[in-house]
């Protein structure tokens, strides 16, 4: 399933050592007792007998003979495939933009571009109804000066555009790093030779950026496939991982329909990622040119900059609305039916004033832990899989990528099972630990972390490491030397993707957190978000969470802008 | 013996505030996993921390199903003293699977019963300490726009005013809905229970999958009118949201409850807690604007406003149907999985006929028509079909199918499937005739 094509001569150069072999088996138990154990012990029903607990298919054959399920499972498709589209639409001018031109803020662009991936859950949907739902403050303004309506949040194509929102960063972000990458040397060589404009970027760069893009777009495909929040919030049950969800967690309901939806996702999340490895196969995107430190930034003429501006503010002005409308929500006394709140205060965020630092405190250690191991794991699975031989090598990367469509309820559940009769000296069981937390955090946000790296790997070539080990480095060295400086962008981006949308994740949080005292913001915002004098609070903590987690993600860019610098530096003219 | 000592000792310490008590009190940490707000525990943690010195209550807050799913997982080896929720339903499932310690409260003037519903568990599993209603919540400003009348009733909801107004929690995400459900049914009789609620899901605009999200739409003014339990009412007008709500005649009160759960790791705090939930200062604690729910001891009332219901001396109250736990629930599983096959999945069917129907009762508002009218009775017998019988819906031979158990038998997903087409059949057939009486109509 890789994408570099290995001659005959490089395989041989790049079999297995002992201490790959040893690495891939580490990994291999890590997701073993982590994942594929804790989900089985909840999904094995599915493969059971009612009454009788044998093997048997026959739950399959109810999943495809129902109508509603049939009807769910195309509507997911066509939800997930349609959302990639215009997911592709909001971030290709965004990432092309900042990274091609000279262009002034594209840290801030580049920050405010990653936001919508940190919607707090609830409060989120309910800011973004306020301002795009049926009766939200665009759709009373329309209706006061024109008398119409516009259905932004109805049905399925209310449910691609709030996923189209909500996840291009993934592409935003992956397409970006793979842009960088791009040795400017590549696009001088074809300006040479008569290429310019949208030719450039078409025959050129694009080709050269498509693992960070195909990366980005089957995380879209896939994140959307398995989301059951938005089409919850929206009220759309006929899509997959709803109708999952909607059985695993109702009261005496010991169906095995439930699983069967949740094996069906996970094949379908695993052959969406085989299928965008195999739109890769056979070309080579490694450059061995790294000098260059990305595309050479061409300085836009006025009336372009005029377009580019305008283009990106556009955009972002579309994305960051529900972000508006949770600042506006945090402040606002009352705001119902109308366009605006009723009066504004403070009061809310004194209200949660005392407790957030708590919150604060848990989330940036189970985020950063979590992003953490997601790229230290997702380096190397990535390394393994494109660079050795090993055996079933690309076992690893499917198995991180069934965790994307484990529903979150599944692995809290699974984890329950299987760590909370292991149990410590002093009685407590390992499950009510926090660093179960931050375990289930890492596995279920591992795929964005292993997507970026796999993507920067793809595009450096094995010659830089062939001729660092010609120069006697080990392999280990090599590594550490050669391919993680030079993956640095793809790792960042995984592991701000890993951390950010570890911080507002709840769904597995929910059944794992013990204590007040051990939980994380999510959590805090949940508890407040079940009331309606807990609105205003809940939506505050909402922006303290994205003010956070946005702080966080402007510091890495930073440090990749300088990186970049730093290593363009030589080759400035 | 001697533990019984100490809990009748903590119940006289607690009613008089008695120091020599104190020697013994509980001490510790005391864990209760609620599905209620922040808005609701907060003060009755400080309340009960300030009551009971050298307790701390440690809440977890998860919603009603996660919390059974949790404490059915951690059973091996529990750390959770206390079940604190609304849903009687949930303690039922507990209790069937032998999750919850039995208890005596010793806290007075507590009646036995709420309404026509028993307050307290006959087995003694779990004990209600605060009553609530279901009705009618809408939003002024939204009633206002839309020109929507004031509902008094669930069969107001139905009529053409309401079309795509009107939001309710899926009966099997929601406990407090499947109570609200049943009563209907239970209130009205299996058929013409079936009848109301297909009528009123006709103009649905939405089936939520959590019972908050019922009140927060409209709240929000996302949608104008909601089928909700009553704090969710009190508590949003408490917070100044322009909401107004009602009860229906056909309604009933039912308990939140408390429970211990088997094997507490601190069962004498757990005690307490009990204790002091029922005792008159936990029950005035009700009475705050953020939490507003109906104490279930007569004689806190005396401090509450003049305008708060009191369902012991308020006659709508006394009039509200007794509602029959048992049939709830030897049944619950078969009725929430008809609403969702018969309306959360079919919605789109349902409110596209509902909505010719309409068409043709204002056609024939301005013009009779017996052929139209005709026509338009038969669609709407149509509609409200059911695919089972009352004595089915309890039948063990049903039961069976969502139990999981051991015995073979059909499966849930068959069931469904013959039930998902029973419905789209129907309302297929339906929607012909309502065209046809359309047409005549006009």
Known sequence: MTAVPTTPSRARAFSATPGQIALALAIAAFLLVFLVLPVATVIYVAFTEKGTSTFTLVNFHDFVRSELFMRSLWNSFYVSAMSVAFASVLALPLAYLTTRFAFRGAAIVQTLGFLPLIMPPFVGAVAMQLFFGRNGSINLLLDDW??????????????????????????????SAALRNIDRAMEEAAQN???????????????????????????????????LATPLLLNVKDMLAPQAYL???????????????????????????????????????????????????????????????????????????????????????????????????????????????????????????????????????????????????????????????????????????????????????????????????????????????????????????EAAEN????????VRRIVVPLMTGGILAGFVTSFATAAVELSATLMLVQSNSDAPLAYGLYVFMQSAAGRGPGAALGVVAVLLVAACTYLSHLIVERSQKAKGSGHRP | MFTRRITLALALGLAVAAPAARAQAPSGKVTVVTSFSKDVTDPIKKAFEKAVPGVILEVQNRNTNAGVKYIEETRANNQVDLFWASAPDAFEVLKGKKLLAAYKPRATGIPARIGSYPINDPDGFYFGFAASGYGIMWNERYAKANKLPEPKDWQDLAKPAFHDHVSIASPARSGTTHLTVETILQGEGWEKGWRTLKEMAGNFRSITERSFGVPEAVNSGQVGVGIVI?????????????????YPTVTTVVPANVGIVANPPNGAAAEAFIEFLLSPAGQEVLLEPGIRRLPVNPAVYAKAGADYPNPFTDPRFQKMIGFDVDKSEARTAVVDTLFDQLISFQLEALKGVTKTLHEVDAALAKKPNAQARALADEARALIAASPVTEAQASSPELRAAFTGGKEKGARQAEVEAQWASFARDSYAKAKAKAEEALKAAK
Request: proline share 4%.
């Open chain 1, 146 to 175: 024109l008398g119409v309506k516009i259905d932004f949040m109805e049905g399925l194509n209310g449910v691609i555009f709030v996923q189209s929102v909500h996840y291009f960063p993934f592409i935003l972000v992956n397409l």
């Open chain 1, 193 to 227: 030779l008569g290429s310019s404009g949208f030719r450039l970027f078409r025959r050129i760069v694009f080709p050269l950026a498509l693992p960070g893009y195909l990366a980005g777009a089957s995380l879209v495909f896939v994140k959307v496939f398995d989301d």
């Open chain 1, 247 to 465: 059985r695993v967690t109702s009261i005496g309901i010991a169906d095995p329909m439930g699983y069967v939806i949740s094996v069906v996702l996970i094949i379908a999340s695993v052959l969406a990622m085989w299928l965008s490895a195999l739109a890769l196969r056979g070309r080579d995107y490694a450059t061995t040119q790294r000098g260059g430190g990305g595309l050479a930034r061409r300085v836009m003429r006025p009336h372009e900059a005029v377009l580019g501006y305008g283009v990106v503010i556009l955009i972002l002005a579309l994305v960051l609305a529900p972000h508006l409308a949770l600042l506006l929500l945090s402040f606002a006394t009352i705001w119902s039916f109308s366009p605006l709140p009723d009066a504004y205060t403070l009061a809310h965020y004194g209200r949660v004033f005392g407790e957030s630092s708590l919150y604060i405190k848990n989330t940036l250690i189970y985020a950063m832990l979590a992003g953490g191991i997601d790229i230290v794991l997702g380096v190397a699975i990535a390394y393994l899989v494109l660079r050795t031989r090993l055996v079933g090598r690309e076992w690893l990367d499917w198995m991180a990528t069934a965790a994307l469509a484990v529903p979150g309820v599944v692995l809290g559940i699974g984890y329950l099972r299987t760590f909370y009769g292991i149990t410590l000296p002093d009685g407590t069981p390992l499950a009510a630990l926090w660093i179960t937390i931050v375990l289930a955090l890492a596995i279920r946000r591992l795929p964005y972390a292993l997507r970026a790296c796999h993507a920067a790997l793809q595009q450096i070539s094995v010659s830089l490491e």
């Open chain 1, 471 to 478: 120069l006697g480095a080990t392999k280990a060295r090599t």
């Open chain 2, 230 to 246: 009553d704090f969710f009412a009190f508590s949003a007008q408490a917070s100044g949201f322009p909401v107004k709500f009602v």
